[in-house]
């Protein structure tokens, strides 16, 4: 298996892994891959650049560490292109995408639940957004 990380791999052996899901979910570690992964799959591919701009609080090292361990992962491809000065754009894979609906779900849970906890601040100071709270949102 060569679309997996070194660490990954040792851990598959090892038995590290209590259960798929932590597998499923070391794909994901990492504070910036799932968005990566969102814009990367809804938007199409993006440059190095790109990226950098979409998240500006991640430092350099940072994106280049999320994208390579993606990369080895088998999840995004990097694509350098034979030009002056190169050109290098991220792309999700086949297998990648296949973990879109997963994250769209994600999204849209977080959608519902920031909604709610912006609701229940509303409340706290009993603001007019309050009294449009059904009874068993608010708390």
Known sequence: MSDIRKETME???????T???????????GKWKVVILWHLGV????RFSELQRLFPKITHKMLTNQLKELIEDGIV???VYPEV???????MTELG?????????????GEKRMEQLKLNIACEGDTPDCKTAKPNEKG
């Open 11 to 17: 851990k598959i052996r090892n038995g590290d892994f």
């Open 19 to 29: 259960c798929s899901k932590e597998l499923t979910l070391s794909m994901f570690s």
């Open 43 to 46: 938007e199409g591919p993006h």
């Open 77 to 79: 491809h990097r694509e």
């Open 85 to 91: 000065p190169p050109r290098v754009e991220y792309s």
């Open 97 to 109: 995408m296949t973990l879109l609906p997963i994250i769209q779900m994600m999204y849209e849970w």
